[in-house]
């Protein structure tokens, strides 16, 4: 590089005659840096007054909208490794001890103890509704007791394995919290239905249900939200299966009946229903 060449340069970075660095004065600097500071300090007020008035309009217990599903979903319980399959040995107390475990594990909220500290004795067979006045705010709301012991053989109180040392498992069932969701109308419960499907149906046997027929009773609906009903603990409903074909696999489908709940389509074939299999080896 020429002298020339680095003389510029550095005449360019700083320039002693006329006090510039990087081709402008000190004060030109400034006026720039100023400039930019009162312009990102207007736009970061600018965003935080929309964010307020965004915010104002919201409310903390309840989603100003909401995209309801016509059809909750369901899922079932034990559910240990996020499969909706369940497969275990009889003779191999590991295998099916897990599952007791899980289910324990998940009903130790419904002990009835702690649902009469929490939850409220509710009127069975009606809605629980339970609205604001105004805009006075019905804030926390209660919920309603939902006692283990409702799911009497499925308890796991007076038989700590749920059945599945005699290979007779429980399965416990819930529907999906949806808020505001009346699942039923004319004072009709909700309940579910499980059955083989189709090429499965001679390996099922007999079925019993706790609470008895299935039932979702109406007095635990509507559901008002996680902040509004800290409490809220979900109805749920047990499937015992007494005599199914052991050996084999068995495909089960499980779906909620209701007047007014639809059962999911072809876009949605999981809404309001879960399939499962269940597998009970004698055999080592």
Not at 67 to 85: H, S, W
Not at 248 to 277: H, T, Y
Request: neutral net charge; aromatic residues 12%.
């Amino acid at each position: 590089m020429a002298n020339g060449d680095k003389g510029g340069w550095k005449e360019y970075l700083w320039n002693p005659r006329t006090r510039e660095f990087l081709g402008r004065t000190a004060s030109s600097w400034g006026l720039i840096l100023l400039f930019y500071l009162v312009f990102y300090i207007f736009l970061a007020g600018l965003f935080a007054l929309t964010m307020y008035i965004m915010l104002q309009t919201l409310d903390d217990h309840k989603p100003t909208w909401q995209d309801r599903l016509a059809t909750p979903g369901m899922v079932i319980r034990p559910n240990t490794d996020e499969t909706f399959e369940i497969v275990y040995n009889i003779q191999n107390t590991e295998s099916w001890d897990m599952y007791a475990q899980a289910l324990d594990k998940f009903l130790a909220p419904y002990n009835d103890t702690l649902q009469a500290q929490k939850n409220h004795e509710c009127t069975p067979d009606q809605y629980f509704q339970q609205e604001d006045s105004g805009d006075v705010k019905n804030n926390p709301k209660r919920s309603c007791q939902f006692n283990r012991t409702i799911l009497e053989e499925c308890s796991g109180l007076n038989d700590r394995y749920y059945g599945y040392r005699e290979g007779q498992p429980c399965i416990i069932i819930k529907m999906n919290r949806v808020i505001g969701m009346l699942p039923g109308k004319d004072g009709q419960t909700p309940s579910v239905t499980c059955a083989a499907k189709r090429d499965d149906s001679d390996k099922l046997g007999e079925l019993v249900y706790f609470p008895p027929n299935g039932t979702f009773n109406l007095m635990y609906y509507p559901y008002y939200g996680k902040k509004a009903q800290v409490n809220y603990s979900q109805p749920l409903v047990a499937v015992k299966f007494l005599n199914i074909t052991v050996n084999q696999e068995v495909n089960i489908e499980c779906k909620i009946n209701a007047n007014n709940i639809p059962l999911g389509g072809d876009r949605d074939k999981f809404a309001g229903r879960v399939s499962f299999k269940l597998r009970i080896n004698t055999i080592n």
